[in-house]
């Protein structure tokens, strides 16, 4: 076995990166920033990035830096929780509904395909909008229509694991259906899934940053990359620092879970 | 050779690899008369897939060809690709080991043919049309002007193969070059395609250059052949005289090989070991190692493909042991 | 079987699924909280008008006659009036829709424009630095939310540079296609980067395959390969991705129209949905469903006229 001396392919390394030092910012904001996120500074309005701040201050003299960096907690948390449950909740549905197979599996593959071209956006926008702005509600929304994409990726792999022979040898051994289910052909079923897991993480933020900007996920004044841009989106002529940096790091941290997607996806092809 | 359609002088093909250059084709010699069927034999890496699209130019990228290969007068190692392209399809055409992947999958057989016809020809529309109507006859499927207009996937196995046959010879080309065509196939069908060809070769008149691992084919079909070992030339001649007395080793254990009906039973003659791979190529003698025949000369210095007769030639510094020991194929 | 007796197939089909969509969509509005009467009435309502609501929904009669109810009324495009803006549901669906799938249309246009030639730079060049370039920059763009991007073009060519007018609509047709330049332009971006990837492994995979050697031994022109043999052919797995993209990039709309204040149906949308406009939003959400569902059957359409395999 090479697995030793196996070279992790640089996605991986640079999305592992990324993802970490975010991660250290979200848990520890408070460290690294310089300024108090949420204190006004009525002294120090809509000033160009300087050594005093190097990304600037906003229309109320908040520290541009400061509410990136604490604005990491609210957006990976964003990355994590809307999508770990449509994550479990799909992976469950879909390993038994393409155990299952048959009609069970045709009615659903219907079901999964009417939600899936319906937009995406516009369904959450419309739960949201029946439970009212905020982030569990926007949590709660992004997951009742994302779980459906696990549960595709898994039936489809569970329906190949099905046939294999070590399913099967399971089947002779006696083994309930259950148990087969779930400790022998979603281990090795879930792969795609994970992969997937990781794209859509990224696309979370997406969401919950337009959700912020659009003023139905996280509310101000609390710091959010979203929130943030809409904050500055009618002084862009004037103060083009309060909405601009915040966008850049969206787009790190987007392309640091893509990039762990992509390294994650290169490891398990080699290993096949 | 001097009356040769197709003379091939020293063809040399590297890749550049990870791995560094690899030599696939190593100073490959052979010549093939007008109206000949040449085999050229060999396992699976021997080079013998690549020297065929080696003589067209149809390589991918990072690959480099040396040497001479002579059609007709002209070199076309060194042709610019515009002549060449002319050469391809028009006066040399090629088919390949597996039609359903060779044949273009959304287009119409019809199309498929009369595009090499636009290419290479002055026909109008009306001449393609019935020129590919022609075709398909010649090639034996029924029903031809209605299955012009069909899909590669609604013809059967054999009948691709059939298929392709005529797209390839579509433009009357001189040279037939066959990377395996009949491997895919089943046996019955295989027959079939490999009498296709015979007559195809004595309607038409021209030269075939089959590519195949095996030998039975190589009985049936072929007048002159050469058997390749990691990417040389071992041995050429007439099929006869090499099946009659081979004199590599190597040769003759591929001829022991072959299992044969209707005789006392014998056990198969194996060659032990397996065929270097690119990047390993001994010393000497490529085939040394797995040879019982080798001494210390094969490990030293390789043997230079020498003519011993007329229209025979061998790289072995033996080949009179080998030839002494006798021909499990006699 | 021949192409048409096919696109009959798919059109016959398109009923069941239309069904579905009306199934849903009275079902949905029935599960918000509260009754849809007041729903459609908003808080300000006679008596008379709630009776008259009520018939007209006949919230006393049967759901299977409730049910029969919308469907005539949809049938005779009566969607109701819009609460906020005291019009017909389907007048304002009539002039805000062709807005935004004008947007759309052009967006896919433009996405194809910049995807497929860069696929086939990327492709044809794969691994060296023209490929990793371009996969990058549209690594980026993938990562990009539509909002920012369409803040910072609309700030950069709108404000700063002029060259484009700083969101609106217009008037004529040419000048409507001006306006609707620049955020086309954002919407497709993020459409590109996905079709771009997917066109260049396809194409990649094209070009190893056997009958492009073939194509090769029959000494045809190399433009003639790419396009006849290597194009089409990789064409195919795109198409159906564009397809299942109409979902994302109906959204993007939304976050667009929103950005550069363009009136079409994606802004209408959210405005309803904060405004609690429930006939308004039960009516796009009609017609944003039938305009997925045919939007899929032209892709659909278009892949069985690319690849024959698909209609037999």
Redesign the interface.
Known sequence: MAAARVRLPRPLILGGAILGVSMILAIFPSAFAPYDPIAFDYGALSQAPSLAHPFGTDNFGRDVLSRIIHAYRIDMQIAIFATVFAFVFGTIVGAVVGYVGGRTEALFGRLVDAIITFPFLVLVIAIVSVLGPGLINMYIAVSVVGWVFYARIIAAEIKVQKRLDYADAGRAMGYTHLRIIFRHLLPNAITPAVVYWMTDMALAILLGSSLGYLGLGAQPPAAEWGVQIADGKNFMTTAWWISVFPGIFIILTGLGFSLLGDGLAEVMRARK | MKDAVLSVQKLTTRFQTPRGLLTAVDEVSFDVRPGEIFGLVGESGSGKSVTLRSLTRLLPTGASVDGVVLWQGRDLVGMPDAALRGVRGGQISMIFQEPMTALNPVLPIRVQITENLRAHTDLNAAARAARARELLDMVGIPDAARRLDEYPHQFSGGMRQRAMIAIALASNPRLLLADEPTTALDVTIQDQILNLLLDLRDELGMSVVFVTHDLGVVAATCDRMAVMYAGRIVETGTVAEVFRGPMHAYTRGLLGSIPRAGTERTPLLSIEGTPPGLAAIPDGCAFHPRCSFASDLCRASRPVLAAIGPDRAVACNHADAVRAAGSPAA | MPLSEFIARRLLQLIPTLI?ILI?VFVLVRL??GDPTSAILGDRGTDADIDRINRQLGIDRSIPVQFWLFVKSVFTADLGNSIVLKRPVTELIVQRLPVTVALTALAALIALCLAVPLAFVAALRRDQLADNAIRGGF??G???????LG??L??VFG??LHWFPVGGYGETFLDRLYHLILPATTLALSLSAVLMRNLRAAIIGVVD???V?????????PR?ILI??VL??AL?STVTLFG?S???????A??TE??FAIPGAGRL??DS??G?DYPV?QGLTLA??VL??IT?LLTDLLQAW????VA?
Request: aromatic content about 10%.
């Open positions: 579905f849903v918000l909280p690594q980026i993938l990562s990009m939310p539509v909002f920012y803040l910072i609309l700030t404000a700063k395959a056997e009958y050697s073939f194509a090769r031994a029959k000494g045809l022109a003639l006849r043999h089409r052919n195919i299942l109409i979902g994302t990039l109906l959204g993007g939304v976050i929103t950005v949308m959210i949905i904060y609690r939003v944003l469903a997925v569902s899929f690319l690849d024959p395999r037999r």
